[in-house]
């Protein structure tokens, strides 16, 4: 059956074809996956063209319908950035392979061996708004985890998301991976259908607004992976190097303020707060930065006041609120009250401060003088990643390969039984480990 004819088929019925394929990759070897991916690059690369027309078609339709600037910056995908999605998508095939890692091998006893051997999680359901580009990378992990992927964007991405399927698709089929590991779903209606697909769907990541996040969550028994909100930290000790510190909080705050690594707020410490908020306010505004603050920073800067709602917003443009604090204790408390758990960073010169904070303030990411735009799977050296996860239970931050695999445990004897391991006189283990 060709991938056109399964995409086809009822949402159950993709649903069961998609995890067919899984089972099959999943046993491929590396060099078949690699192979496969490395299709997939060239298959877009040939598709270029295509793929430019349909994004424009998808933002001009967007502008039209006044798609939120934050969701226009997502959606667009010039010629520079799917380059450098297919780069990312060659950087994954350069990767180790996760499947088959041999984590335990130990001695139970004579002849008997338990391994703990590290495999595909299965099928993959992945719900993301206007982000082409994350369609590419999201595809190029699953596959090189040998995991099947159901991938739904958003409408505003349709066109998009359509011609770059069909390239993948286009790809695979030149390989010994079944096209149909990846499937595209195109109407609002599938997201509830697939979220209670949870015999054949192992793990749901969406990627979307706290409200589209927490739908997901509530409405499903498979397993979610995610975050909701990127609110997220840059705080200013009194022992930060004045210049060092301007220069990390506009990278943080508009090298892609759409994004969820950039921050929402600054925490100034008050000792440094005449000297830095001048500074920082003047290299912000010059790159129209809407600044907004509490009290003790608009007696600095003639800025509008900030809010309560301001602290725990997710702005995703260029906005900005600033708060004064009297001390490390009282920035470290903000952030755990009102942050998202995403990424939070520090500026100081004080390695004792530093280390306090990156050890107190309950983050996925915790950074130390250097922009919280790091915060991403490429830049870990993840080759890419299907998004960020700011629970406490792994995987945690930038998901990449790593975070796409589980284990198994595998024990071989040569016809051992429990019985003489059990009762007065029982054999003892040995637990040797190799």
Same mark, same amino acid.
């Given at each position: 059956?060709?991938?056109?004819?399964?995409?086809?088929?009822?949402?159950?019925?993709?649903?069961?074809?998609?995890?067919?394929?899984?089972?099959?990759?999943?046993?491929?070897?590396?060099?078949?996956?690699?192979?496969?991916?490395?299709?997939?690059?060239?298959?877009?690369?040939? *598709?270029?063209?295509?793929?430019?027309?349909?994004?424009?078609?998808?933002?001009?339709?967007?502008?039209?319908?006044?798609?939120?600037?934050?969701?226009?910056?997502?959606?667009?995908?010039?010629?520079?950035?799917?380059?450098?999605?297919?780069?990312?998508?060659?950087?994954?095939?350069?990767?180790?392979?996760?499947?088959?890692?041999?984590?335990?091998?130990?001695?139970?006893?004579?002849?008997?061996?338990?391994?703990?051997?590290?495999?595909?999680?299965?099928?993959?359901?992945?719900?993301? /708004?206007?982000?082409?580009?994350?369609?590419?990378?999201?595809?190029?992990?699953?596959?090189?985890?040998?995991?099947?992927?159901?991938?739904?964007?958003?409408?505003?991405?349709?066109?998009?998301?359509?011609?770059?399927?069909?390239?993948?698709?286009?790809?695979?089929?030149?390989?010994?991976?079944?096209?149909?590991?990846?499937?595209?779903?195109?109407?609002?209606?599938?997201?509830?259908?697939?979220?209670?697909?949870?015999?054949?769907?192992?793990?749901?990541? $969406?990627?979307?607004?706290?409200?589209?996040?927490?739908? =997901?969550?509530?409405?499903?028994?498979? $397993?979610?992976? @995610?975050?909701?909100?990127?609110?997220?930290?840059?705080?200013?000790?009194?022992?930060?190097?004045?210049?060092?510190?301007?220069?990390?909080? =506009?990278?943080?705050?508009?090298?892609?303020?759409?994004?969820?690594?950039?921050?929402?707020?600054?925490?100034?410490?008050?000792?440094?707060? $005449?000297?830095?908020?001048?500074?920082?306010?003047? *290299?912000?505004?010059?790159?129209?930065?809407?600044?907004?603050?509490?009290?003790?920073?608009?007696?600095?800067?003639?800025?509008?006041?900030?809010?309560?709602?301001?602290?725990?917003?997710?702005?995703?443009?260029?906005?900005?609120?600033?708060?004064?604090?009297?001390?490390?204790? /009282?920035?470290?408390?903000?952030?755990?009250?009102?942050?998202?758990?995403?990424?939070?960073?520090?500026?100081?010169?004080?390695?004792?401060?530093?280390?306090?904070?990156?050890?107190?303030?309950?983050?996925?990411?915790?950074?130390?003088?250097?922009?919280?735009?790091?915060?991403?799977?490429?830049?870990?050296?993840?080759?890419? /990643?299907?998004?960020?996860?700011?629970?406490?239970?792994?995987?945690?931050?930038?998901?990449?390969?790593?975070?796409? =695999?589980?284990?198994?445990?595998?024990?071989?004897?040569? @016809?051992?039984?429990?019985? $003489?391991?059990?009762?007065?006189?029982?054999?003892?283990?040995?637990?040797?480990?190799?």
């Amino acid at each position: 059956m060709t991938a056109s004819q399964v995409a086809s088929l009822p949402l159950t019925a993709i649903a069961k074809a998609t995890r067919q394929a899984a089972r099959q990759l999943a046993v491929l070897p590396t060099e078949a996956r690699n192979q496969a991916i490395e299709a997939i690059a060239q298959a877009l690369e040939a *598709a270029t063209p295509e793929i430019l027309a349909a994004n424009a078609a998808d933002c001009h339709a967007a502008q039209a319908e006044g798609i939120a600037k934050p969701l226009y910056s997502r959606l667009k995908l010039d010629e520079t950035k799917l380059k450098a999605a297919i780069d990312g998508v060659r950087d994954v095939g350069k990767l180790a392979d996760p499947v088959g890692t041999v984590q335990i091998q130990r001695e139970l006893d004579e002849g008997l061996i338990l391994k703990r051997i590290t495999c595909p999680v299965g099928v993959l359901g992945i719900i993301f /708004e206007a982000r082409p580009d994350a369609l590419i990378q999201i595809t190029s992990l699953a596959i090189k985890s040998g995991n099947g992927v159901i991938l739904k964007g958003g409408k505003e991405a349709l066109r998009s998301c359509e011609t770059l399927v069909k390239a993948i698709h286009q790809g695979l089929s030149t390989t010994s991976v079944d096209p149909a590991a990846v499937q595209l779903l195109t109407t609002r209606e599938e997201i509830r259908a697939l979220l209670q697909l949870d015999e054949y769907v192992d793990l749901i990541i $969406p990627r979307g607004s706290n409200e589209f996040v927490r739908y =997901v969550q509530e409405n499903t028994r498979i $397993p979610v992976l @995610g975050h909701a909100d990127g609110i997220c930290h840059l705080y200013i000790d009194s022992a930060a190097e004045l210049q060092k510190a301007v220069d990390i909080t =506009v990278d943080a705050k508009t090298q892609y303020p759409a994004v969820c690594n950039a921050i929402e707020t600054l925490l100034v410490h008050s000792a440094i707060a $005449p000297a830095f908020l001048p500074l920082a306010a003047a *290299a912000l505004q010059r790159r129209n930065v809407e600044l907004r603050g509490d009290e003790a920073t608009c007696k600095i800067l003639d800025i509008a006041a900030a809010t309560e709602e301001d602290w725990s917003t997710e702005y995703n443009d260029l906005i900005l609120s600033i708060k004064v604090v009297d001390s490390l204790e /009282e920035a470290m408390n903000h952030i755990n009250t009102y942050g998202s758990r995403h990424t939070d960073a520090i500026v100081t010169e004080d390695p004792d401060i530093a280390e306090t904070f990156l050890a107190q303030v309950d983050s996925a990411n915790v950074f130390h003088n250097c922009s919280t735009r790091f915060a991403d799977g490429f830049r870990y050296g993840f080759g890419a /990643e299907v998004g960020i996860s700011t629970q406490k239970m792994p995987p945690r931050g930038p998901v990449g390969l790593e975070g796409l =695999v589980t284990y198994k445990y595998k024990v071989t004897g040569n @016809g051992h039984i429990v019985a $003489p391991y059990a009762g007065k006189d029982a054999k003892p283990f040995t637990h040797r480990d190799f």
